[in-house]
């Protein structure tokens, strides 16, 4: 596997490191080991699918508060996607920045989220599909969630929204659920 750090600390895009021949390709996609000499979370406890019909369609701005908190792996495994993180963090100094990235079935690239980030993507094709390997059990009671348009964050998203759940439509924005 190919770590590259984002400017966000502790978050990466994960590249696969391939082995081809003329059958194709083989490539590692997880590695606890090599996740610990990131500095990575190397827990998977879950394992998550995410189909998504139409293209335009938002899911987040989502994360786990403690005592719960949550990493994710997110991998698009069908179609693309713009995959989104926002460090809410609040001692970091990238505190509210976020960062953006395509995910596809061609590139095959991952996106590690660490604790404490607001996570969210935008289907860019019909059928996009999305894993994520998850390294904390869903809690409802530590749920928390932003508006995917919330002007603090100030995300440009490549297309408009077509379809939203009407929970992530009305999330709080962040100014006003910090207080």
């Known amino acids: 596997m190919l770590f590259k750090e984002t400017h966000l600390k502790g978050a990466f895009v994960i590249d696969l490191e391939r082995r081809e021949d003329s059958r194709g390709f083989f490539a590692r996609m997880f590695c606890a080991n090599e996740f610990e000499q990131h500095g990575l979370k190397p827990t998977i406890v879950q394992g998550n699918l995410s189909f998504n019909h139409k293209a335009g369609t938002m899911r987040g701005m989502h994360m786990q508060l403690p005592p719960a908190p949550e990493t994710k792996l997110v991998r698009c ?103």
């Open 77 to 179: 495994t069908r179609g693309r996607i713009y995959d989104v993180i926002v460090d809410l963090r609040p001692d970091s100094p990238t505190y509210l920045q976020h960062f953006g990235i395509e995910l596809t079935d061609d590139n095959r690239t991952a996106l590690y989220v660490p604790e404490m980030f607001a996570h969210g993507y935008q289907a860019l094709t019909d059928g996009a599909e999305v894993t994520y390997l998850v390294g904390e059990f869903y809690t409802p009671g530590t749920e928390k969630g932003y508006r995917y348009n919330d002007p603090a964050f100030g995300i440009q998203w490549p297309i408009p929204v077509t379809v939203i759940s009407d929970k992530d439509a009305n999330w709080p924005l962040f100014e006003k659920a910090s207080k």
